[in-house]
């Protein structure tokens, strides 16, 4: 497994749960009818307390490297706490590669993240650490942290069913010149059907263009496709594909 699929890579690009599962989460407890996502960035909503989620994912290109064979990863966490209510936690273990030995390099993800408004467009502020405790090539990588604010907001469009919105601003450690010196992301996700989503966001010196599918009756599946680095400014554009699934109250009651 070369190092170079760097766990803050994988968390960028592979889009794993943070930015997959929980946004399918929280318009379910709004009463959405649409599928609602923001793929390619972190966001700053965790997942519900007492839920376990999972995410596999499968990159066409590995990072950075001469080439072009695709690879996987693996996202295992749960959720604590209530980030309506007071604080949310979210601790997540990321397997770097599916290739070679299995979870034979890894790390861990923290994140907290609390609503701050209320109203037609609730605001959540977050903040997480990645690369906790890394083993294997991962402990080639800093940690770093990131600090994001995450907000929804639904548009009347004069049919029957609104359109929801989801975006988030924010900034962080280790995302621009090879992921060692700080920088923005942003990114802007829209609710188009029932079961169809779609967003657009950009980390540090990269973009990524991604849709989302959910079953309108089974909220806690999704299954996304994206293209990072679709302008290809880093010379590493790649198409990414993940299979989501959250399991909602598996332990605390």
């Not at 609104?162 to 924010?170: D, K």
């Amino acid at each position: 497994m070369p190092t170079s699929f760097s766990g803050r890579t994988l968390t960028a690009s592979l889009l794993l749960a943070a930015a997959c599962v929980t946004p399918a989460a929280a318009q379910d407890s709004s009463g959405l009818t649409k599928h609602l996502t923001l793929l390619g960035i972190p966001s700053a909503t965790t997942a519900p307390h007492g839920s376990f989620f999972a995410s596999l994912a499968y990159s066409t290109k590995r990072v950075a490297t001469r080439d072009n064979d695709g690879d996987g990863s693996l996202a295992l966490g749960f959720g604590l706490g209530d980030m309506n209510e007071g604080i949310g936690f979210q601790v997540t273990a990321e397997i770097v590669s599916l290739t070679d030995s299995f979870a034979d390099s890894g790390y861990f993800d923290l994140k907290a993240a609390t609503r701050i408004t209320e109203g037609r467009t609730p605001l959540y502020l977050g903040a997480s650490v990645g690369n906790i405790a890394p083993w294997g090539d991962a402990e080639n990588n800093d940690v770093n942290v990131d600090v994001a604010l995450t907000g929804f907001h639904l548009f009347e469009t004069g049919s029957a069913i609104p359109t929801p919105i989801m975006f988030t601003v924010g900034y962080g450690t280790d995302l621009r010149d090879s992921y060692t010196k700080p920088g923005f992301f942003a990114g802007v996700g829209v609710g188009l059907t029932p079961s169809l989503a779609a967003s657009v966001s950009w980390f540090g010196e990269y973009g990524t263009l991604g849709v989302s599918w959910s079953p309108p009756t089974r909220r806690n599946l999704s299954v996304t496709a994206s293209l990072v680095d679709f302008t290809d400014e880093l010379g590493d554009r790649r198409g990414v594909f993940s299979i989501n699934y959250l399991f909602p109250k598996a332990f605390g009651g």
